[in-house]
């Protein structure tokens, strides 16, 4: 899926602010995508522009996006010097 672009509508916080997500996958790790968003996010301890999604539910995968299908995730925020995350949504992705 590398360099796959991605669409995250985002279904909480309910007061999100920055509409939908998009974005470009860097990299498929197991069952999880990094993605680098097409702007900076601030969360609740740093801003980033790269987000890590991973199916919401037990037993999902991001095989069903291959078949333009959505998958639920939750997006945590990755610092991109020290790695931390920040969990900041819940919401669909799509491949765009």
Known sequence: MKG???R?????PFEWKY??????????TGNKLLVRLS???????FSSDLMELEPRYE???FKPLGQHYSVTVGGALIHPQTNEADYVLIGTVTLD
Not at 8 to 12: A, K, L, Y
Not at 39 to 45: D, L, P, V, W
């Open 4 to 6: 796959q672009g991605i």
């Open 8 to 12: 995250i509508i985002v279904s909480e």
């Open 19 to 28: 509409g939908n997500l998009f974005g470009t996958v860097v990299k498929q």
């Open 39 to 45: 702007e900076f996010i601030r969360g609740n301890s």
């Open 59 to 61: 037993g999902d995968s």
